[in-house]
Nanobody
Framework: QVQLVESGGGLVQPGGSLRLSCAAS????????MAWYRQAPGKQREFVAD??????NYAGSVKGRFTISRDIAKNTAYLQMNSLKPDDTAVYYC??????????????WGQGTQVTVSS
């Protein structure tokens, strides 16, 4: 099993910045990919960004404003969010596809962290 714990959410004014963190832990696992998704009230969960092998992908709505990174030694992923807009308000979820000897490769989700962009 792999556990994901997000942190760093909060309330920020439009144009501001936040940095989310996602720490992965478990007895033995290998991370294939780490990603961020978000879900706004009344909307479906949507992809934000992912990182694997040093390569990154972004949703069009956040490209140029958000940056995903990863500290392999700490098994932690980050999402630096700049120039935040009210439309970025959502619960942000960390996701990983990871391998463990007992479960093979599968997806894991964090509990989510609230990001609110409002003046």
């Amino acid at each position: 099993q792999v556990q994901l714990v997000e942190s760093g959410g909060g309330l920020v004014q439009p144009g501001g910045s936040l940095r989310l963190s996602c720490a992965a832990s478990g007895s033995f696992f290998i991370v294939n990919i780490m990603a961020w998704y978000r879900q706004a009230p009344g909307k479906q969960r949507e992809f934000v960004a992912d990182i694997t092998g040093g390569k990154t992908n972004y949703a069009g709505s956040v490209k140029g404003r958000f940056t995903i990174s990863r500290d392999i030694a700490k098994n932690t992923a980050y999402l630096q969010m700049n120039s935040l807009k009210p439309d970025d308000t959502a619960v942000y979820y960390c996701n990983t596809n990871a391998y463990t000897p007992t479960t093979g490769s599968r997806d894991y989700w964090g509990q989510g962290t609230q990001v609110t962009v409002s003046s």
